[in-house]
């Protein structure tokens, strides 16, 4: 009877762990399945490069997306003629200039206006130039915290409202040298570092209704300036501990992450840099 009970015992015990690890695998599966069917995402920059991989990545799982453009005219038309191919009236373009601050709320009505509400802001534009210490003037400043920094920060209080009706959430893209500064690159270290604490704050400010988080990129894609040569690269990419560059869809991929399947994170940055961040 002992061996009996002890048995029983243990029989229910694989029951009750497999009734356990089916609910954990059902929950992982209707994780894997959400979409972002009836949601609505505002990115900046989303016309192309990393913008356009976010954009396509996201629409894949059923967004529909305003692409904010600045100069990139022609490139936002063909995306957005693209996506709505495949889904019609499911993207938009705007334009606007995010230097400035007046533009900025009326990025997020044009949005509810156009879709009804606002789900996700994807504050992804940003500018890169080298700022030595010596050289650096007052339009580097403006330029580069405006971009990487004041508009974020804009962008996100004035989509707040609607992202906290939505139970929604926001993401920046940052970047490693918001930890490690870029040496030349003073004050584009320094916005990205700003935009890091940015996004600390503001995963406190908004939170529990939305989620903010951060995606740190490394090396994926080189400056449109040819700024870094052959052998610039190469070293950059020497670095990683993976030995090589990475992908626009890699930034895409984490972005819909923290958007679809990380619902209980908040105030993270997440470095997709090959591991360069952990070798410099």
């Known amino acids: 009877m002992q061996r009996q009970r002890v048995r029983g015992k243990w029989c229910a015990h694989r029951v009750e762990c497999a009734t356990a690890s089916g609910?954990?695998?059902?929950?992982?599966?209707?994780?894997?399945?959400?979409?972002?069917?009836?949601?609505?995402?505002?990115?900046?920059?989303?016309?192309?490069?990393?913008?356009?991989?976010?954009?396509r990545r996201l629409h894949a799982s059923g967004a529909s997306l305003m692409?904010?453009?600045?100069?990139?005219?022609?490139?936002a038309a063909e995306l957005q003629r693209t996506l709505n191919a495949g889904r019609a009236n499911s993207a938009a373009t705007v334009q606007a200039n995010l230097l400035n601050a007046a533009e900025l709320p009326e990025l997020v009505r044009t949005t509810v206006t156009r879709f009804g509400r606002l789900d996700v802001l994807v504050n992804n534009a940003s500018s890169f130039r080298a700022t030595p210490l010596g050289e650096i003037k007052?339009?580097?400043?403006?330029?580069?915290?405006?971009?990487?920094?004041?508009a974020p920060l804009f962008l996100s209080q004035a989509a707040a409202p609607h992202l906290k009706a939505a139970g929604g959430c926001i993401v920046n893209i940052a970047d490693i040298h918001a930890d490690r500064p870029l040496k030349?690159?003073?004050?584009?270290?320094?916005?990205?570092?700003?935009?890091?604490?940015?996004?600390?704050?503001l995963?406190?400010?908004?939170?529990?209704?939305?989620?903010v988080n951060a995606v740190a990129p490394g090396p994926v894609m080189w400056p449109e300036d040819e700024s870094f040569d052959e052998l610039a690269r190469q070293?950059?990419?020497?670095?990683?501990?993976?030995?090589?560059?990475?992908?626009?869809?890699?930034?895409?991929n984490a972005v819909h992450y923290f958007v679809v399947e990380a619902p209980y994170v908040t105030g993270q940055v997440l470095a997709v840099d090959g591991g360069r961040s952990v070798n410099l």
């Open 23 to 55: 609910s954990r695998e059902r929950e992982a599966r209707s994780v894997a399945e959400a979409t972002l069917s009836g949601k609505v995402v505002l990115i900046t920059g989303g016309a192309k490069r990393v913008g356009a991989a976010i954009a």
């Open 203 to 211: 995963a406190r400010e908004l939170g529990p209704e939305v989620r």
């Open 184 to 201: 030349r690159y003073v004050v584009y270290s320094v916005a990205k570092a700003g935009l890091v604490g940015l996004t600390k704050s």
């Open 138 to 150: 007052i339009a580097d400043w403006d330029h580069l915290m405006g971009t990487n920094l004041k």
């Open 67 to 75: 692409l904010h453009y600045h100069s990139a005219k022609s490139e």
């Open 235 to 252: 070293r950059v990419i020497s670095h990683t501990l993976l030995k090589r560059a990475g992908e626009p869809e890699d930034i895409a």
